[in-house]
């Protein structure tokens, strides 16, 4: 291909008056990434207005500079980053007219450094398709099986193995919903009567026993949010109204912890409590749940808010209240020492970047999408 | 589409498992096929003279605030060449999705509300409206206003806008 | 399919409780458009941040009523209305992974009364992706050919038979550009050098002949824009500085007529120029030519402006000024006996009405998607 | 890629058809493939210390009003994880593309700048610069910033953000 474009190119270059060539600047090319910082933090971008179109960004949270983007189709949610962050997990579906025509659901594979995909598996047209939060898909504890949630309405889950590159099969899961990771063999789903469902795999990624278990809350009373977040063996779920349920996974059975609540009596007379669309968020090397809350009624558990209020989930106590620069509907914390708190506000596409042990307000990063929903960090 | 059949299968098995409930969330949960039986069953209940009459309302329909949408989470298809229970042109109506229930000023009365999306054209970006009032996680799919119920639709997930059709009256026990 | 599901419908029913059914209210349906009126106008939304989901709206321009709207796929720029308007054509442009994979152009048939595709063409993945305007695919003037301009970069055209909804074929067009229809089996280029390329079709739509005519203007003076009109036999092409070039295309070959300026000496002064996506539209029965103008340099060619000037195309004199209540990028008008002048500009997405004859602004329907572009009129 | 083949082909019917033209923005209009040769040639044209010196500059290259964008119309890479002259990580450059003519404000000299796209991606979305001096219409092709020029990439018209490459000094007659 080359070769046949030299020859008209040197004619041109020949018969050009007008135009003087000079010392060439540097070959224009793609940028290459560095390994991952862990400041860097990807945003996802469902687009609402333009569903078919989801993207995601990556921001260094230290420079605030934009790294670059990947494409994520229709109903875009968010990646699944193995620890090592040797490959960049992407759940997508695409139709052969856009929003209309045949679906096709896929893993696409992306390598992060060039963020070019480099492969893709095909998996059932089914994955959930809704308001983006994380636990829609997850990585085993050791990154071999990605499982994916669908609701066709009929609920399942496909098991891709991202090692071998192949689908392994679809399960029903009638009933239950989401992805929580609870070991390399093992993970939970949340189910409408406020129990959890425990999934086996074996080592070939096949589903081997679904056991269900009692509810470890009642759904009558005080609903917790799908927007569970993992600290170690343990799943944090969140009421509407802040009470914490606390989950062991780490045996054959979920076991549940003395539940606690955000709230004061006093904030409880307030009316504070958690809200938007990804709320939480944990440090785990010190043990702390970083949780968006604000001041609202029954119908306001989605709503974005202004205030961080940071736990020690040991001992349950409140340690900090940060007061966020704008409004936020999801935070990330990041997982190094020295961690930054992220934040976006789906209705004002920018990303704010925060100490996440001062809770200083360090910048803002504009022009990022135009739906910014789930923040995911290295 | 193959997941009807399953569907069917599955519904009957919610049933059992939620007629041994109690509390109303769980039972509206299990109705929601009422909603997919306005579209899917109009001979059979067209000429039924017998029910209570439909209810008197008031305020704007293209308005957020109108009583209907207490529920609801999208575009309004009134904004968008539809209606409140009309779907727009070249859209598709999703004869499954979550329901809500909205008191309704006129009369004091509980109403069950069923919130169809419209499906087949990308977002029509028009009147968007977010109301969670009895909204839930999306582990109870029907009673969760975040699931894209285009799903259910025969066009699928290709989400337009969302319509409010009332389904009948809340009954407290 | 229906039957399948009837059955656990009435099992659910029967064993409902809490819920009461009341007086059914009507049937939940698509709704269905009647005939088109001449006051609807069709807006192009290329969807510039989320390219992949471009769209067009239906908007009734007396009530200011929201009727409708197509999704348009990847670099959406305009619709091909028949005259009749028995059917709807639209160029469009897919991958089969949003924005990357393989490629595939259609013309996708819609019914005009559902709005739902009922039939496509597969044409060559090559249309021309860039800014929207008019004149990028054409239909003759008995509308039984669709004519579309192609760029890779090399140039050609493809030809749809409509009526039998197939490819004819596709021609080389090297060095001219657009299509601009001058009969049942003409249209004419636009070249590089100023001239014009006739193409003559046969009644099975293969290009039969292709002659080059001489420039009629001289680019190294001063351009026309590519965003001619229409009026009659005679396209009329508007230059950079606002010199107008009637060319009459009633015949084998083009004939130029006599040019004027849409601006006095004085006006030329105050640099008064033509700009805009779609700066000119014509009312055909009034032989009225309406242009959006500003004042500006070398480069704004393509700015925004606030006035429309309506000029008289046989006596070739200014008749009227309409000050806009709003910028605008794009005008249209419609074609009936009491016109109205449609605006929209791209970096506010809204649809002012004016009243064509007096210019008196009526009205503004907001929310019109994201980056709207061409305006067209059934 | 078939079209790169017909391509070759007309270009050198443009080269006789132009160079029997006298205006400089017709000849510029010819040379345009020297953008393309920039990434394409690399080893052909490496270690060539004959040429002046490339400009000195100043400004911001991530603000729209560096002197390089005077007839860009598109997000600057800059702004999008690449740079002035480098695609983002994910995109891969058009090799052929229009050309513009700006005035360098450090040493006064017209340069020819090629306004390479970056492709393969969705719309960066950031830091879109509209200048449109000495862009011409989309009918003569190469001075064109209306045209998206992934067209010319290897990955098809996805439009992702827009470089600004020296290529040459404007040598006026």
Redesign the interface.
């Known amino acids: 291909m080359l070769r046949k474009l030299i020859v008209p190119v040197c004619l041109l270059l020949q018969s050009t008056v007008g135009f003087a060539e000079i010392e060439r600047e540097s070959l224009p090319e793609s940028r290459v990434l560095p390994g991952p910082s862990p400041h860097w933090v990807w945003v996802s971008d469902m687009a609402?207005?333009?569903?078919?179109d989801g993207k995601v960004y990556l921001v260094d949270g230290d420079s605030g500079k934009f790294l670059g983007m990947l494409s994520g189709g229709?109903?875009f949610t968010a990646l699944e980053l193995p620890a090592d962050y040797s490959q960049i997990y992407s759940p997508e579906?695409y139709?052969s007219r856009?929003?209309?025509g045949e679906?096709t659901d896929v893993i696409t594979f992306y390598d992060p450094r060039t963020l070019q995909p480099n492969g893709e598996v095909i998996i059932p047209?089914?994955r959930?398709?809704?308001?983006p939060?994380h636990n829609y898909s997850a990585l085993t504890d050791d990154d071999r099986f990605l499982i994916v949630y669908n609701?066709?309405?009929?609920?399942s889950i496909s098991v891709i193995d991202v090692q071998e590159r192949r689908l392994v099969g679809e399960t029903?899961t009638?009933?239950?919903?989401?992805v929580l990771p609870s070991g390399n063999r093992r993970f939970q789903?949340?189910?409408?009567?406020g129990s959890l469902l425990t999934v086996t795999l074996n080592d070939a990624g096949e589903v081997t026993n679904k056991q269900r278990n009692e509810p470890f809350f009642d759904?009558?009373d005080d609903?917790?949010?799908?927007k569970a977040v993992r600290w170690g063996d343990t799943w944090v779920f969140v009421s509407y109204l802040g009470t914490v349920y606390p989950v062991d996974v780490s045996g054959d059975r979920p076991r549940p912890g003395k539940t606690w609540s955000l709230f004061s009596e006093e904030e409880k007379q307030a009316s504070w409590r958690p809200g938007g669309i990804q709320h939480l968020a944990v440090h785990l090397t010190s043990d702390k749940l970083y949780a968006l809350v604000h001041q609202g009624q029954?119908?306001?558990?989605?709503d974005p808010g202004q205030d961080v209020w940071v736990y020690d989930l040991k001992t349950q106590k409140k340690l900090q209240e940060i007061k966020l620069e704008k409004l936020s509907s999801a935070i990330q914390v990041s997982k190094d020492k020295a961690p930054l708190l992220f934040s976006v506000f789906i209705g004002n596409p920018a990303l704010d970047v925060y100490d996440a042990l001062s809770g200083e307000y360090l910048r803002s990063v504009d022009e990022i999408g135009m739906t910014p929903t789930v923040l995911q960090t290295p | 589409?193959k997941?009807?059949?399953?569907?069917?299968e599955?519904?009957?098995?919610?049933?059992a498992?939620s007629?041994s409930?109690r509390?109303?969330?769980?039972?509206?949960?299990?109705?929601m096929?009422?909603a997919?039986?306005?579209?899917?069953?109009?001979v059979?209940?067209a000429n039924?003279?017998s029910?209570?009459?439909?209810?008197t309302e008031s305020g704007d329909p293209d308005s957020c605030d109108y009583w209907r949408y207490?529920?609801i989470?999208g575009y309004l298809c009134g904004?968008?060449?539809?209606?409140f229970?009309?779907?727009?042109?070249?859209?598709?109506?999703s004869?499954?999705t979550w329901l809500g229930t909205c008191t309704n000023p006129v009369d004091g009365k509980d109403y069950?509300i069923s919130y169809?999306d419209?499906c087949?054209?990308?977002?029509?970006?028009?009147?968007l409206c977010?109301?969670?009032?009895?909204?839930?996680?999306?582990?109870?799919?029907f009673l969760?206003n975040?699931?894209?119920?285009?799903?259910?639709s025969p066009?699928?997930?290709?989400?337009?806008c969302s319509?409010a059709?009332?389904?009948?009256?809340?009954?407290?026990?």
């Not at chain 2, 599955?10 to 049933?15: I, P, Q, T």
């Open positions: 609402f207005h333009n569903m078919p229709l109903g579906t139709f856009g929003s209309r679906r047209p089914k959930l398709q809704g308001m939060t609701f066709t309405p009929a609920q029903e009638a009933g239950c919903a989401l789903m949340m189910c409408g009567d759904p009558n609903w917790v949010t799908e029954d119908g306001t558990h989605k | 589409m997941w009807l059949d399953r569907f069917a599955k519904s009957a098995r919610r049933v498992r007629s409930r509390s109303f969330i769980a039972k509206a949960g299990t109705v096929l009422g997919a039986a306005v579209p899917l069953l109009p059979a209940r039924d003279s029910r209570p009459p439909a209810p207490c529920a989470d904004c968008c060449g539809g209606s229970n009309t779907c727009p042109p070249g859209t598709t109506m004869p499954i069950i169809n419209c087949g054209q990308s977002s029509c970006g028009r009147c977010t109301r969670s009032e009895g909204d839930r996680p999306v582990y109870q799919p969760s975040d699931i894209n119920w285009c799903a259910g066009v699928d997930v290709s989400y337009n319509t059709v009332v389904l009948g009256l809340a009954v407290a026990e």
